[in-house]
């Protein structure tokens, strides 16, 4: 069975931080975005192994939105 799920990346001096929103305490990172993005995969699909099929549908029933602001600063 195959699920959608969401996931942030974030980039630093040091690689790419990874999390889903969805599944408290759900993250990884990598050194590239694809190691990265391997990682999280393998840790959602842990997380999700611990969790009944109720619980997994209502943990990902959310609509993520982002975007990409610009704010005054000073």
Known sequence: MSIKVNVVF???????????PELPGCHSQGDTFEEARINIKEAVE????????????????????TTTMEVEVG
């Open 10 to 20: 974030s980039r630093d001096d040091d690689g790419y931080y990874v999390f889903c």
């Open 46 to 65: 842990l997380y999700l192994e611990t969790m009944t099929k109720e619980e997994i549908d209502k943990a990902l029933g959310k609509e993520l939105i």
